[in-house]
């Protein structure tokens, strides 16, 4: 069985930084990949990040490139999602994935669960 408990969002200003965590039971998880999407209101759900198992190799959204960046730790069972530079447009639920292969990229395949997630608001 898999749990995915994401945390770490709020209500920030424009240019505001943010890190999201996401707490992982998962036996699998240290092989596996793991990713980040979000979701915003009225719109599909849009990759955002996402890590191979051993870290080697990491995959983002153009909308987040160079902006955004995704790690994990896994002797604590965590991925994490550094956020900079945060915009309006960068409204939305973020929610944790978890991978079904040891390198997964941006397609829904590649995942078999969504955590719940977590609202981030960017505003002024």
């Known amino acids: 069985q898999v749990q995915l408990v994401e945390s770490g969002g709020g209500l920030v200003q424009p240019g505001d930084s943010l890190r999201l965590s996401c707490e992982v039971s998962?036996?699998?998880?240290?092989?596996?990949?793991m990713g980040w999407f979000r979701q915003a209101p009225g719109k599909e759900r849009e990759f955002v990040a996402g890590?191979?198992?051993?870290?080697?190799?990491?995959y983002y959204g153009d909308a987040v490139k160079g902006r955004f960046t995704i790690s994990r730790d896994n002797a604590k069972d965590m991925v994490y999602l550094q956020m900079n530079g945060l915009r309006p447009d960068d409204t939305a639920v973020y929610s944790c994935?978890?991978?079904?292969?040891?390198?997964?990229?941006?397609?829904?395949?590649?995942?078999?669960?969504w955590g719940q997630g977590t609202q981030v608001t960017v505003s002024s």
């Open positions: 994935a978890a991978g079904l292969y040891s390198v997964v990229g941006p397609a829904n395949n590649d995942y078999v669960l």
């Open positions: 998962w036996r699998a998880f240290s092989n596996r990949g």
């Open positions: 890590i191979s198992w051993d870290s080697e190799v990491t």
